[in-house]
């Protein structure tokens, strides 16, 4: 895949890979159509030595649509749509676990961009896993027993405990209200490509709908598991100036936490998505 002077290298046969030769603030239309047709395919895909200031990054971000503002944001009369997330040894790293971004809500995001600005010296990848693949590997039966079924997405008590440490149990409370917990099916179709993922997100998942505890516990126990698998899976080696686009309707991710107590700085933002969906 390439146009006059942009190159996409697949990194695996599952998902990944890796774009050449196009600078993200001055892009044609050509390109910018290669980069999102490479996303679409293969998920998440990386650039190299790319100079994005916060203004710069929201407008090629903005290119796919409305920018996300965090719910979190939102309560506190915010408008912010780029996050710093930013790791010391006062602010240990706390994304080691996979998922997919705030699905809590009814419209999660559907793109996230990722800029690495300050990178440790050893340590601090990010990995990912194709949903896609975590579908492929379900027998027909349980594939087909699982899509009938779906899940409650909570913010979580480690979430609200952390949050309302900062800002307070009055925040909580207007999150609660705001954004009680919603339900997603368990197999979601992509809006563009039509595939079905596995529609998994981590410690966002409360409870199959219908199952008593037990079983969902045991239910999506397994399905998580499944995301451990190697074979789906990339991991990305940071240098200062990369940038991650991934799509978050088919992928989970997690920075990995080896590089602690080293500094570790990137900017984040998530263009705005739809309700989850399955269609046979």
Known sequence: MTTASLTVTPLSNRIGAQIDGVDLTDLDGAEFTAIDEALMRYQVVFLRGQELTADSQAAFAGRWGPLSVFPV???MGRDTTMSVIEDTVESPPATDTWHTDVTWIAEPPRIAVLYGDIIPPSGGDTMWSSLYAAYDQLSPKLAAFCEQLSVLHHRGAEFDRITG???GAQLIADLEATY???EHPLIRTHP???KKALFVAGLFMD???GMNRAESDLLLGYLQGLIDDPNNQVRWHWQHGDVAIWDEASTNHRALADHY???RRMRRCTIDGERPFYRD
């Open 73 to 75: 944001s939102k309560m």
């Open 165 to 167: 440490e900062i800002f």
């Open 180 to 182: 009680p917990a919603v």
């Open 192 to 194: 563009v490509t039509g």
């Open 207 to 209: 409870q199959i709908v």
């Open 261 to 263: 107590p080293q500094h």
